[in-house]
Structures are given as C-alpha cells and as structure tokens.
C-alpha cells in the first residue's frame, strides 16, 4: 500500500534502458555492431564461403571463422554443407563438400573479411552434377587455350522487382509504365528505378577486386546492367557468379528482389541477356579479324548446342524483336544488334579485336558460355 523507500508515490515506476531506447538509437547501435573493425580486438577473420544450389541459380552461402588473414584458397580449408537442404544430394548420404577456388574482398563485413567462390563435390572428391565449374576449368587449363589467352567481357542485365508482388520496381501494380523509349540509360525519379542498389553494387563489386567495367540503366524500366571484364579464363566465371552474390545481398537490405528471368514481362518490352564479348591472342593481334570470321563460322556451325546451354526461358527473349536474332536461325553482322553476334565497328575498322555473342541469356551459367565458346572456337574441329 505505500511506496518503496526513496520513491515518489506520483513517480512512475522505474525502466530500464533497453525499454527506454528509440527505434532510431537501436539502429544507430545495430549499425556500429555491423561495421565493426575486428582488427581492433581480433586477428580471425570471417570467410563467407559462397556456393551455387541445386537449380543452378540460386546461391547459397554461411560463413567460418578462420585464425587469421588468407588471400590463398588453397590455403583455406575445404567445408560441407547439407545437399539434402539445397537439392544437391538426398538425405541418406547429404554432406557435400566445398573446395574453395577464389577470394574476393568482403564489402558487407570489410577489414580482412573475405568471400570464398566454391565449388561443389562428394565426399569421395567427385564433382557433383550441378558443378559446372568443374568442365569448365578442364577447358580452360588445356594447353591450347591456356596459350590463346581467351578475355571475356558479360554483360549481365538483371531486373529489380518489387518484394512480394512479382512486378518490376517504379511501375504501378496491376499497371503498366509509359512505353519504353526515355528508360535507357535514363535520368529522372520517372525513368530510373533503383539507381541506389545499382550504385551500391558497383562500389561494392570494384570494392571486392571484381573487374566491373561499367553500368547502364537498360531499356525496359526497372531492368539494370553491370559488365564484368575483361577478364581472362575461369576466372571471368567466379567474378560474374560474386558479383551475382553480391547484388544479390544489396537488394535483400534494400527489400527489393533480384531476377535474372530473360523475359520477366511479357509483351512489348526488352528481355534480359548476358551478352558474351569474348577475344582471343590470335584476334587481338594483327590480321585477327580473320580468326574472328573462323570462330563465327564454328558458331554458327554448332548454334542449337550453344542454345541449350545459354539458360533457360531463353525462347521467350530470342523472338528476332527487341534487339535479338531469332532462336531458331544464326545471324552475324557488323554493328548489328539485331544479330546472334555482332562484330563491332572499331574491330571492323582495326581489322583485329573481340566480337559479342549476344545469345545468352541472363541466367546463364557463366562458367558454361565461357568455357564453351572457348571450346568451339579454339578446340573443336569440324
């Protein structure tokens, strides 16, 4: 019936501090925690080891203290996870073992945090069947095309969609935008829709020691482009896939949803590509031009295997409208986007350079369009 000694009865009753703190000081300390410089107090390190599950698309990811500093993946310890969890392995015999093969700066936890590309095998050290990468080294280290030092350049476009809607971001639900036309590398809170994740991403990237080269708003709304290159052998593919991972992770802070979907709206607007610009020593020196049409003339030779690898849904997008070729048909031509390769102008002009295989889709697998253009056009004989 009477108050506590040392308390005022019209006093209200004591709280404490967590109860007291504001939605905008938990951030600011949330925040703090985030960007915390391990080296103050610590020399481990944390390794996101990032992998590539069972659909072929989706990425996947945990992270491992490790003692100190490593910019060696062979230094890095190999690591399972549960297949049976990712549709890589079924529940009797789930544990599927990472090999790390590439270390990235981390841009999200920074310091000497790092993130580690894997790849994926048995516990018997055989590559399991959604590992592409695999193949795709065995072509990249045969002497052949070790000596022809193949670069390539993707371009990876992508489309920003608005969380649980399914619909892409800055266009109205239900709804359409104005057609397309001012979007293209546009300007305007009516015409660029989410130029902070895609500036985000390029700092982040460039930030981690990927070699992104640019990017552009594309032409339908809501659809971006980065380029990754140029950039030599296998190692093009373990940039594009943690450049992937990483703009992946900014629109999840972000709220939005990334999709690599090559036609995510149907109708009078662009798909999504990943337009493969690819050179070898022999087209970049004098007289390369006439490599150039001997590697074209091999493309065009085995186009229906290429296109069954170039990602999936890719019939949707290759209808010979909206800057493609036809699916069914190889073209080429100069400066032509309309094209299944196109040869540019200055390569025209120098007589040596790189063309652009403009069929891949934007889900492709880097790891295989690189590896098997570089198989066709330096390896194979017809």
């Not at 925040?31 to 915390?36: A, H, I, K, R, T």
């Not at 500036?199 to 640019?214: E, F, T």
């Not at 093009?236 to 979907?261: C, H, K, N, P």
Request: aromatic share 10%; proline share 7%; net charge negative.
């Amino acid at each position: 019936l009477f108050p506590p000694r040392g308390c005022n009865a019209t006093s209200p009753p004591h709280t404490s501090r967590a109860a007291t703190t504001t939605p905008a000081a938990a951030m600011s300390l949330l925040n703090d925690l985030l960007n915390l410089d391990l080296s103050d107090a610590t020399e481990e390190i944390i390794a996101e080891y990032i992998w590539i599950g069972g659909s072929g698309m989706d990425m996947r990811s945990k992270s491992r203290t490790l003692p100190g500093p490593v910019s060696d993946p062979k230094e890095l310890p190999k690591w399972n996870y549960d297949g049976s969890s990712t549709g890589q392995a079924t529940g009797d015999n789930s544990e599927v073992i990472l090999y790390p093969q590439a270390i990235f700066r981390d841009p999200f936890r920074r310091g000497k945090n790092i993130l580690v590309m894997c790849d994926c095998y048995t516990s018997t050290g055989e590559p399991i069947t959604t590992n592409k990468r695999f193949a795709a080294e065995k072509i990249f280290s045969h002497p052949d095309v070790v000596a022809e030092e193949p670069w390539y350049g993707i371009e990876q476009e992508y489309t920003l969609l608005q969380n649980g809607v399914n619909w892409p971001l800055g266009w109205p639900v239900g709804g359409f935008p104005a057609p397309q036309g001012p979007y293209y590398c546009g300007v305007g809170a009516d015409k660029a829709f989410g130029r902070e994740i895609v500036d985000s991403h390029y700092k982040a990237c460039l930030y981690a020691g990927i070699n992104v080269s640019g990017i552009n708003g594309e032409v339908m709304p809501g659809q971006w482009e980065f380029q990754v290159g140029p950039v030599l052998g296998i190692s093009s593919g373990d940039q594009v896939w943690v450049a992937r991972y990483i703009l992946e992770r900014i629109t999840e802070m972000a709220g939005s949803v990334l999709s690599f979907d090559p036609k995510p709206v149907q109708g009078d607007w662009n798909g999504a590509g990943a337009h493969t610009n690819y050179s070898t020593k022999s087209m970049r020196n004098d007289g390369g031009i006439n490599v150039i049409n001997k590697a074209i003339e091999k493309l065009s030779m085995r186009h229906k295997e290429h296109i069954s690898a170039y990602g999936e849904g890719n019939e949707r997008r290759l209808t010979g409208r909206h800057e493609t070729a036809d699916i069914h048909k190889f073209s080429w031509g100069v400066a032509n986007r309309g094209a299944s390769v196109r040869v540019g102008r200055d390569t025209e002009k120098a007589g040596k350079g790189y063309f652009e295989d403009r069929r891949p889709a934007s889900n492709m697998d880097p790891y295989v369009v690189t590896s098997m253009i570089a198989e066709t056009t330096i390896l194979w004989n017809p």
